[in-house]
């Protein structure tokens, strides 16, 4: 079976992708029911978890005609719990796909223990620390701000932990409005809605992610303001993250608007380059992995403004030098750190030409209302990718494209964004697109 797996999983990976993830696995058992995969490293392991274990998974349904558990384990067989980026140590297949709404999952890893205290986040923590230790009674609603990859998340889900560690039993929620919306759509069309708000309805503390995504969505809001005074009301503790303050998300109902700010409207900040590399210095300490200071201190002073691009570049790091066996210095990590483009310097000309030179169109074609198949999807395709690097509004991608309506992109990003989830061939496009995007980007400056 594993040949047959190779040989599929070549044809569809690029030779350096599969050499580097793929060929270094061994097969440790199979059974009818499950495959346990053993990767050469913790690293490998790491990586093969967050990239390739769907599409291992898809091979192996393909050539067994049926779906089986597919599981994961490192050489060293230490650590794979706590090392790795994803939240999964295991892929199921979905053999509950009815269910209504989805049982939550939590990332192990944020946990309050994890979490660097510094002066850009202080309030959020005390006040997500108090949460947890007294849920509905001070800050409730609370409300928690900040830019993407500071901590929002994590610090809800810290709040979920520390609850489910002390009473198993507790309903705590973690739901990401997305999520919400997708669970709500699903109660309709399977005339469900009761059991929707019992669901939701009779939680002791629901957390609610990057409530920004509620914006142009009407239903959901109200839906959402029910759920919220029916929990409000009876003491629950209500928490909610995103990326703006509650007035700053465009059609947001006003009184969504005063119902989340009723209690704390707590901000995260950039952190400053002391907390950044207390940061890396934890992370490190947590992967087992000592790092000498000047490699810290470059990380943490080239990656500034987002913890998600920070820890990402620690992560490149360890692995390139685990598996390229140099040792870590700043030097022979230049080829994997490379500092990232700032959101907002990327123009959109360039999301415009190279879109239109990839799908062999002109971007007259993309700012026009031509609806021909090509056109209307690399149209959407880079309302995508513009509001995936620039910082620019709805309203603004759409006036980049000849004056479309805010609708319009909305659309367009929600079809691609559920699209890419499904299609690896999209999902690998899109993050070509983004490289080039960047590269001239980059050479642009
Ligand atoms: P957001 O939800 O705000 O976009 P996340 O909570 O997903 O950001 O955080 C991004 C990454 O940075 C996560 O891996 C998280 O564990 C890490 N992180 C953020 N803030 C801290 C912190 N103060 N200490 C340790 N890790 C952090
Ligand atoms: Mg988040």
């Not at 990332?107 to 205290?117: D, G, I, L, Q």
């Not at 995103?242 to 952190?271: E, W």
Request: glycine share 4%; with cysteine.
């Amino acid at each position: 079976l594993w040949t047959q797996v190779l040989e599929r999983l070549q044809s569809r990976l690029s030779r350096p992708a599969f050499e580097t993830w793929i060929t270094t696995a061994k097969v440790e058992q199979l059974t009818e029911k499950y495959l346990v995969i053993c990767a050469a490293n913790p690293f490998i392991l790491n990586h093969l978890q967050k990239n390739y274990l769907q599409i291992i998974a898809d091979v192996v349904e393909e050539i067994l005609g049926y779906p089986i558990d597919i599981q994961l384990t490192a050489a060293q067989g230490e650590n794979i719990a706590i090392i790795g980026e994803t939240e999964m140590s295991a892929y199921h297949p979905s053999t509950s796909l009815g269910d209504n709404p989805k049982p939550i999952k939590l990332n192990p890893k944020y946990t309050f223990s994890r979490f660097v205290v510094g002066p850009n986040n202080r309030l959020a923590h005390a006040a997500t620390l108090a949460v947890a230790e007294s849920p509905g009674r001070e800050f409730n609603p609370l409300f928690l701000c900040g830019g993407v990859g500071l901590g929002k998340t994590h610090l809800m889900q810290a709040i979920a932990h520390y609850r489910l560690e002390m009473y198993p039993d507790s309903k705590v929620f973690y739901v990401s409005t997305e999520q919400f919306t997708n669970d709500l759509i699903a109660a309709i069309r399977q005339d469900s809605l009761q059991s929707f708000r019992e669901h939701y309805r009779t939680a002791d503390i629901l957390l609610v992610d990057d409530i920004q995504f509620i914006e142009g969505k009407e239903y959901t809001q109200e839906e959402f303001f029910h759920t919220f005074n029916t929990l409000h009301e009876a003491g629950k503790q209500v928490v909610i993250a995103s990326d703006r303050p509650p007035k700053q998300i465009p059609t947001l109902q006003d009184r969504l608007i005063s119902r989340f700010s009723m209690g704390l409207i707590a901000d995260i900040q950039v952190p400053d380059l002391e907390t950044r590399m207390a940061i890396l210095q934890k992370k490190a300490e947590y992967e087992n992995m000592r790092l000498p200071r000047e490699v810290i201190e470059y990380i943490a002073t080239h990656y500034t403004s987002n913890i998600r691009e920070l820890e990402g570049a620690l992560i490149r790091a360890i692995t390139y030098i685990a598996i390229s066996g140099l040792s870590m210095t700043v030097e022979n990590l230049a080829p994997v750190l490379n500092p990232p483009l700032e959101r907002g310097e990327v123009s959109p000309e360039v999301i415009l030409n190279i879109i239109a030179e990839t799908f062999h169109v002109s971007v007259e074609d993309l700012k026009s209302n031509s609806r021909r198949r090509e056109i209307s999807l690399a149209r959407q395709i880079g309302m995508y990718l513009m509001r995936q690097h620039t910082e620019l509004s709805l309203p603004r991608i759409g006036e980049e494209f000849g004056g479309k309506d805010h609708t319009t992109v909305m659309y367009s990003y929600d079809k691609i964004n559920q699209l890419q989830k499904k299609d690896l061939e999209l999902s690998q496009t899109l993050s070509q697109l983004s490289d080039r995007i960047l590269l001239a980007s980059r050479t642009q400056k």
